[in-house]
């Protein structure tokens, strides 16, 4: 007999293998070459997803909205790209949204969680041993199994021989189990890397909730921003308006106007005042909702919230640098969720056709077994054995067959998720490019309208002054001011919040490392 590689030339020491224990010898080192051989089922390949060459090709916006601001492929999307907005009020925000976020916390958790169960799943590749122990007292049937080889036999004393056999006794074992399966069509192997895939995509989720809850912090703050604008504008016209019907009354009262002007500045005055209620309930709905996304109670932001802690001028987008469109893939994760998914799909398929072969489980045993405490340590208490062990699937009406089909239906149905994903992000990305460039345009022309309605109301205060005119030109462009400067208030805030909604279509940031759960789970003392 060859001498195997695998095991030493015991014949030297004295030893002389039996002829089982030799024949097995040979049969561990073919099983360990047979568990390494290739997995069954498809390997899976990462999809290739079809980009345009520059922004502006995938566009479904007529041509005036083709703005030239959309500079091309200059950088890629900072990481921190709410810091391209220069306010350290919302700087520091978000830097508390990303450590205290409920939703960021169950996202962390459910990653940590997908990684605790890859590990489950790795552990299939390694033995498992298990050790024992059993006291028990028992007793043996008088008209049992064991008996029966006294009514074949016959004896004479059969009676006294069947009452001591049932005579009560104790029985005490001690021992170990080892198995271990030989993943000869890589099923384990196949888990594994299913295991791997959800990691990646429970990984993908939490980045998507990270990016999720920093675009809702910046949105939700630069509509308080803009509210806040608008209560300040309101209160200072509210003001003025008040100044300006002490002037029309006293000239009213001195015979100089009718008191037809005054009263139609009264009715300005409290269309005014009816815009504050509305303008303060907006401004606690928006202080509130960023409270939420921080964790916080109502009310716990009010300090650097307030209207004091920000200049309330109109904030001031940053140009667009999107980097390459290629790269789109890389950023979003959505797609590198939807693309997750479709490895543990593919994977599970591999599975459910190593199923449909046999398994061989290499097994051991060895333990101590004895009526009495005193012979439990004694070598001739010992009991063991070891040899390997075969499953073949036979019949099963079907099923493991069933389960393979089904596996690659899901493979499909994931296959076309992940482009359905694709297709909707440029979707989004071209809803939010094109409603960006309008709202640019509307803005730059608010702001030309707001710059004239300026210089109109004083023309027009100075005419009314001189009496060069009447009152009511005065009062229309005293409200023309007034619309003019909300709606581009209410447009700049605008302007930003359309930009955070590219950034977000844009899917931030490709991240540069692993997410670390840890950093963002609550600590319990």
Not at 160 to 182: I, N, R
Not at 311 to 338: F, K, N, T, Y
Not at 416 to 429: F, K
Request: proline share 6%; glycine share 6%; aromatic share 6%.
């Amino acid at each position: 007999m060859p001498k195997s590689p695998f095991f030493p030339d015991l014949t030297r020491c004295g030893f002389a293998l039996p002829a089982k224990l030799r024949l097995r010898a040979i049969a561990l080192p073919v099983a360990l070459l047979l568990s390494g051989c290739a997995a069954v089922g498809p390997d899976f390949h990462a999809p290739v997803s079809e980009a345009p060459a520059d922004w502006s090709s995938w566009q479904s916006a007529a041509s005036p909205l083709h703005d030239p601001v959309l500079r091309g492929n200059l950088s890629p999307v900072a990481e921190r790209w709410w810091e391209t907005f220069k306010d350290p009020v919302l700087d520091a925000l978000e830097a508390r949204a990303r450590m205290a976020s409920p939703d960021l916390q169950t996202a962390a958790l459910r990653f940590a969680q997908s990684r605790a169960q890859r590990l489950t799943v790795a552990a299939q590749r390694g033995p498992q041993i298990a050790a024992g122990a059993d006291a028990s007292h028992q007793r043996q049937s008088e008209h049992g199994a064991g008996t029966r080889m006294l009514d074949v036999l016959g004896p004479p004393n059969r009676d006294e021989l069947v009452k001591m056999l049932s005579d009560p006794y104790k029985l005490y074992q001690a021992g170990f189990d080892a198995s271990w399966e030989l993943d000869l069509w890589g099923r384990v192997r196949r888990s594994v890397e299913g295991a791997d895939a959800d990691v990646a995509g429970a990984g993908a989720a939490l980045d998507g909730v990270r990016l999720g809850i920093a675009a809702e912090v910046a949105r939700n703050y630069f509509e308080l921003r803009g509210v806040q604008q608008q209560l300040s504008l309101a209160q200072a016209d509210l003001a003025a308006a008040g100044q300006y019907l002490e002037l029309l009354q006293a000239r009213a009262d001195g015979g100089v106007n009718s008191e037809l002007d005054a009263t139609r500045q009264r009715a300005l005055q409290a269309d005014l005042r009816a815009r504050l209620p509305q303008l303060f309930e907006q401004e606690a709905q928006a202080a509130s909702q960023l409270s939420l996304l921080l964790g916080e109670h109502p009310g716990a932001l009010r300090v650097e919230l307030s209207a004091a802690s920000s200049q309330l001028v109109p904030p001031v987008a940053p140009d667009l640098a999107l980097g390459l469109p290629s790269e789109l893939a890389r950023r979003r994760p959505d797609i590198h969720q939807a693309e997750a998914r479709l490895h543990s799909a593919t994977a599970a398929i591999g599975i459910a056709v190593a199923d449909l072969y046999p398994r061989i489980t290499l097994g051991a045993s060895f333990g101590l077994e004895s009526t009495s405490t005193s012979n439990l340590g004694n070598w001739g208490s010992r009991r063991w054995s070891i040899g390997p062990s075969l499953s073949v699937p036979i019949f099963d009406s079907g099923r493991r067959r069933t389960v393979v089909v089904l596996r690659k239906l899901q493979e499909q149905e994931a296959a076309i998720a992940y482009q359905q994903t694709v297709l909707r992000a440029w979707h989004e990305i071209d809803t939010a490019l094109t409603g960006y460039t309008a709202m640019r345009q509307r803005n730059l022309s608010l702001a030309e309208r707001e710059q004239e309605a300026r210089e109109a109301c004083r023309l027009a205060e100075v005419r009314y002054r001189h009496g060069q005119s009447n009152f009511l030109e005065a009062l229309d462009a005293q409200r023309s001011l007034l619309a003019a400067q909300r709606e581009y208030a209410n447009s700049s805030s605008r302007l930003s919040i359309r930009l955070v909604a590219i950034y977000k279509a844009l899917g931030g940031a490709a991240a540069s490392a692993e997410p670390d759960p840890s950093a963002l789970l609550l600590r319990r003392d």
